[in-house]
T-cell receptor, first 114, second 117 residues
Framework: AQSVAQPEDQVNVAEGNPLTVKCTYS??????LFWYVQYPNRGLQFLLKYITGDNLVKGSYGFEAEFNKSQTSFHLKKPSALVSDSALYFC????????????FGTGTLLAVQP | EAGVAQSPRYKIIEKRQSVAFWCNPISGHATLYWYQQILGQGPKLLIQ????????DSQLPKDRFSAERLKGVDSTLKIQPAKLEDSAVYLC???????????????FGPGTRLTVL
């Protein structure tokens, strides 16, 4: 069965520093991977996805993610964190069946200190 | 383009009562999803529609949950009777296609926060 793991419940980073939010995956077949962000009392906003091709995927709001097949990882990164990036981040993988169902991780809370 | 709309945003009910949530997807999106997000967890798919047909409802507790998507556009999710453990955020999402092949992006609405007392 497809799954993703987010090993950190919370990541703390100072404004202006680079940030990394970790995600590892387990899939049979080709991995289709996603990152979403959730602000308080809001739905999930799509950041980026990896389907195939370049291992470095660029997304919204200056975020990017690096796909690493040998390490089965899909870490989210940003060169310079903003206080407004503070939110809950979810990694997800497309289920391998005939549907487009997403399997989500448990989420990582990113706290950016001014 | 307008995003996914959901109502109500918040709902408080007592256990054993019934409740219904409404979702209007992005115009032209064939696939609609209902997810349940319990506090501290990632969203979990309850049911997926493609047009007005059910694609996956394997995790829908069918003894108390029901959903429909008449005319292949908006959708309602109902819980009857509600239990304490149904307290969660119910998220609706839509995507352009959603069947086999490449992974379509799912766009989410703001969610309905349900509290069952």
């Amino acid at each position: 069965a497809q799954s993703v793991a987010q090993p950190e419940d919370q990541v703390n980073v100072a404004e202006g520093n680079p940030l990394t939010v970790k995600c590892t995956y387990s899939v049979s077949g080709n991995p289709y991977l996603f990152w979403y962000v959730q602000y308080p009392n809001r739905g999930l906003q799509f950041l980026l996805k990896y389907i195939t091709g370049d291992n470095l995927v660029k997304g919204s709001y200056g975020f990017e993610a690096e796909f690493n097949k040998s390490q089965t990882s899909f870490h989210l990164k940003k060169p310079s964190a903003l206080v407004s990036d503070s939110a809950l981040y979810f990694c997800a993988v497309r289920d391998g069946g005939a549907t487009n169902k997403l399997i989500f991780g448990t989420g990582t809370l990113l706290a950016v200190q001014p | 383009e307008a995003g996914v709309a959901q109502s109500p945003r918040y709902k408080i009910i007592e256990k054993r009562q019934s409740v219904a949530f409404w979702c209007n997807p992005i115009s032209g999106h064939a696939t609609l999803y209902w997810y349940q997000q319990i506090l501290g967890q990632g969203p979990k798919l309850l049911i997926q529609f493609q047009n007005n047909g059910v694609v996956d409802d394997s995790q829908l507790p069918k003894d108390r949950f029901s959903a429909e998507r008449l005319k292949g556009v908006d959708s309602t999710l109902k819980i009857q009777p509600a239990k304490l453990e149904d307290s969660a955020v119910y998220l609706c999402a839509s995507s352009r296609a959603g069947g086999t092949g490449r992974a379509d992006t799912q766009y989410f609405g703001p969610g309905t926060r349900l509290t069952v007392l």
